[in-house]
């Protein structure tokens, strides 16, 4: 079977910007955009909310909600506006998403979820698929989560990312909600061992190749989160190692095709920093790391940066390659 890695949905991350760039690095990996909740996606200016280019696909929506007809308008949409794949979120603790009722707190409501769904699933043909947690508050137990796992697959879901923590539900920020409980990889390596006809993708802490290779070993694939978006560049060594592509872009490619994103998307708009936020880890753990994420931020993230400022940018680049060659 072919092996996934995906790039984690993350608020206030993923936009369409980042996934962009993130693209340029990497041609294989499947991208997911922020959780969009349903009515947002029904209601508000599609085009911003939902709208991308063709370029980030493979691409995936994820959605937040809990009311079937919502959900199944949504998958419908995403299917017309070409998404790939649609994911619901019963992953995210926070008290907001809790309070709407969509996100982790829905691991409590599997009948719920399975019809919601079942709804998806008949509203589109693209594949629904779920973002989950191996558990939420006092329950941390295999057969829970199996036969929630279970319950969805009857209602048409194949495809699952299990985030190898569980949910602590009151009590801790979402910030702790991505640190605190421990990891349990067994846990979704047994769903899978148990389960080999379902995709089963795991995410949760994972930074590097070696960790990667041992997750692929155990199941369908990885989504990775933190480690992408503060170090973008760890995406060339998943294309070498991973997929085994011979040729990858060098940073100095990547920043200027992304100042020529730039330039035509502010003519459309687009303000500058909006763009240029994701790029501040371009060049992490290299030469010139510091001196990039200074000219960043003197010049192109304050809200009314104007893009005369990118044109020196280059240099920066250019300087760094040489500083980063001589070693
Ligand atoms: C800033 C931030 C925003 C996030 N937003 C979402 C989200 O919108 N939907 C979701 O399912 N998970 C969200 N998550 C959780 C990630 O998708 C992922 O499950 C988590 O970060 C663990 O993976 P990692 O250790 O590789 O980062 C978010 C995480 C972070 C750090």
Redesign the pocket.
């Known amino acids: 079977m072919k092996k996934t890695v995906a790039v984690?949905?993350?608020?206030?991350?993923?936009d369409r910007h980042d996934r962009f760039f993130l693209r340029l690095i990497s041609k294989k990996v499947m991208l997911?955009s922020?959780?969009i909740a349903t009515k947002s996606a029904i209601h508000g200016d599609r085009k911003k909310i939902l709208g991308f280019s063709t370029e980030e696909k493979p691409l995936a929506l994820?959605v937040?909600g809990s009311d079937k007809k919502e959900l199944s308008e949504v998958a419908k949409i995403a299917e017309d506006m070409g998404y790939d794949e649609i994911?619901i979120?019963l992953?995210?603790p926070s008290k907001k998403v809790q309070k709407n009722k969509f996100?982790a707190c829905l691991m409590k409501e599997p009948d719920l979820v399975s019809e919601c769904i079942n709804a998806m699933v008949n509203a589109c043909k693209i594949p629904v698929t779920a973002?989950t947690r191996i558990g939420f508050d006092n329950i941390e137990s295999y057969d829970y989560l199996n036969a929630f796992i279970l319950k969805m697959k009857k209602a048409g879901c194949k495809k699952f990312?299990i985030?190898a923590?569980k949910a602590i539900l009151t009590g801790l920020s979402?910030?702790q909600n991505?640190n605190i409980p421990k990891l349990n990889y067994n846990m979704v390596y047994k769903i899978k061992q148990e389960n080999p006809d379902l995709k089963i993708i795991i995410?949760?802490?994972?930074?590097n190749i070696q960790e990667i290779k041992k997750h692929l070993e155990k199941c369908d694939g990885v989504?990775?989160?933190?480690?992408?978006?503060q170090n973008p560049f760890f995406l060339v060594d998943i294309e070498r190692e991973i997929f085994e592509v011979k040729n990858h872009p060098t940073r100095e490619e990547v920043a200027e095709k992304l100042l020529n994103y730039l330039e035509k998307e502010v003519k459309l708009g687009t303000k500058v920093n909006h763009i240029m936020r994701h790029a501040v880890g371009l060049y992490h753990g290299q030469i010139g790391s510091k001196n990039w994420k200074r000219y960043l931020s003197d010049n192109m993230m304050a809200r009314d940066s104007d893009f005369q400022k990118a044109k020196h940018i280059m240099t920066i680049v250019q300087n760094n390659e040489k500083a980063n060659q001589a070693i």
């Open positions: 984690a949905p993350m608020m206030d991350c993923t997911y922020e959780m994820q937040g994911n979120n992953g995210c996100g973002k990312i985030h923590r979402p910030k991505l995410n949760g802490g994972i930074s989504m990775i989160g933190r480690a992408i978006y």
